[in-house]
């Protein structure tokens, strides 16, 4: 059984940073790509990074230089560091793995970006 849980959503102001994590309760973290994924209101979800066993990531182009993707294979976490927010990166922040032909996705965190 995998359970993901997302931490770290927030209101920020434009130009403000938030982290957010996602813990895996599943076994052998370390050999799985994992990624983060966002929805905003009225819009179908959409990657925003994924992130290798082997440290390769892979961004949106609208968040590179941004945010960076990383991970804790000791913590079972995986992490995204969001600096230079937009009002258009308000949206809920997924978890996603995919293990065993199953896909599996946290409950979501809200990050909301306003003055």
């Known amino acids: 059984q995998v359970q993901l849980v997302e931490f770290g959503g927030g209101l920020v102001q434009p130009g403000g940073s938030l982290r957010l994590s996602c813990v895996d309760s599943g076994s052998i973290f370390s050999i799985y790509t994992m990624g983060w994924y966002r929805q905003a209101p009225g819009k179908q979800r959409e990657l925003v990074a994924t992130?290798?066993?082997?440290?390769?990531?892979n961004y949106a182009d609208s968040v590179k230089g941004r945010f960076t993707i990383s991970r804790d294979n000791a913590k079972n976490t995986m992490y995204l560091q969001m600096n230079s927010l937009k009002p258009e990166d308000t949206a809920v922040y997924y978890c996603?793995?995919?293990?065993?032909?199953?896909?599996?996705w946290g409950q979501g965190t809200q990050v909301t970006v306003s003055s």
């Open positions: 996603r793995t995919m293990r065993g032909g199953y896909v599996y």
């Open positions: 992130i290798t066993s082997s440290y390769n990531t």
